[in-house]
């Protein structure tokens, strides 16, 4: 069983920035791909960005890609998502999740444990 606890969130204005945290119980946590998805109000859950187990490959849906980063510490247990030149487009709630294999994914289907999620707002 894994526990994934996420960290970070708030209110910011547009153009600012936020830097979440997931982090995950368990000794196994370093052999998982990692991703983070979100959910705005009426929406289905997207997916943001993902990581693989080293760390060294990962993958950013388009509205995201230059202003998001995504990147872990296994010695921690922890994987990050920076949030640069924040959009009031990006407000939702920002999940953190993780996957029975080494190498990312961008479904949720392809995902065995989620966190509670952490709100992120950003006002114009």
């Known amino acids: 069983q894994v526990q994934l606890v996420e960290s970070g969130g708030g209110l910011v204005q547009a153009g600012g920035s936020l830097r979440l945290s997931c982090v995950g119980s368990?000794?196994?946590?370093?052999?998982?791909?990692m991703g983070w998805f979100r959910q705005a109000p009426g929406k289905e859950r997207e997916f943001v960005a993902t990581?693989?187990?080293?760390?060294?490959?990962?993958y950013y849906t388009d509205s995201v890609k230059g202003r998001f980063t995504i990147s872990r510490d296994n010695a921690k247990n922890t994987v990050y998502l920076q949030m640069n030149s924040l959009k009031p487009e990006d407000t939702a709630v920002y999940y953190c999740a993780a996957r029975f294999a080494e190498d990312w994914g961008v479904r949720r289907d392809e995902y065995n444990y989620w966190g509670q999620g952490t709100q992120v707002t950003v006002s114009s």
């Open positions: 990581i693989n187990w080293t760390g060294d490959s990962t």
């Open positions: 368990g000794r196994t946590f370093s052999t998982y791909g």
